[in-house]
């Protein structure tokens, strides 16, 4: 299991490129120390407000959708995935009693609805941006509604071509 990555996967990528050009700045992979020794680390992080970001495989996390259940060695693989997906449950709950915000994605989820998804969750509607003078809208921040958003890559894919 080697080639399955932990970080920097073609839908957090994306999700990240996208915030940043709107002006928003992060912590990638950052390693939360929480009360009781829970150690959290979300995909996204924005220390100053709070908001942990999560962008969930499929697969690892068990998507009512488009998770899929191996036949092969089941024994193994079906507690293991419940398992993540209850770890999942308990980090929520120890960022949330943290007085974080918890946001979770699946990597099937178009960018624009994900990126509209963390910049409602991190309580603004333009992101900041020094080159704008306070009270304009920064032409960057502003989507065209006619475009249909653009879907977060799959993870499955490991080519860097």
């Known amino acids: 299991m080697r080639a399955n990555r932990r970080t920097d996967t073609k839908p957090e990528l994306a999700l990240r490129h996208a915030l940043h050009r709107l002006g928003y700045r992060y912590r990638k992979d950052y390693r939360l120390d929480l009360d009781g020794g829970?150690?959290?680390?979300?995909?996204?992080?924005?220390?100053?407000?709070?908001?942990?970001?999560?962008?969930?495989?499929?697969?690892?996390?068990?998507?009512?959708?488009?998770?899929s259940k191996p036949?092969?060695?089941?024994?193994?693989?079906?507690?293991?995935?419940?398992r993540n997906v209850e770890r999942d449950r308990i980090?929520?709950?120890?960022?949330?009693?943290?007085?974080?915000t918890v946001v979770r994605l699946w990597e099937h989820v178009?960018?624009?609805e994900a990126v509209s998804t963390v910049v409602t969750a991190l309580g603004a509607g333009t992101a900041p941006n020094p080159a704008t003078?306070?009270?304009?809208?920064?032409?960057?921040?502003?989507?065209d509604p006619a475009d249909p958003p653009e879907p977060i890559p799959p993870a499955a894919d490991d080519s860097r071509g």
Do not use: M
């Not at 092969?72 to 507690?79: K, S």
């Open 38 to 67: 829970r150690r959290v680390r979300p995909d996204i992080a924005f220390t100053a407000r709070k908001v942990a970001v999560f962008v969930d495989g499929c697969f690892w996390h068990a998507c009512p959708e488009h998770g």
């Open 71 to 82: 036949r092969a060695n089941e024994w193994y693989w079906g507690p293991k995935l419940v």
């Open 91 to 100: 980090n929520d709950a120890a960022l949330i009693l943290a007085g974080w």
């Open 110 to 112: 178009p960018l624009g």
């Open 133 to 143: 003078a306070p009270g304009q809208a920064s032409q960057a921040s502003q989507a």
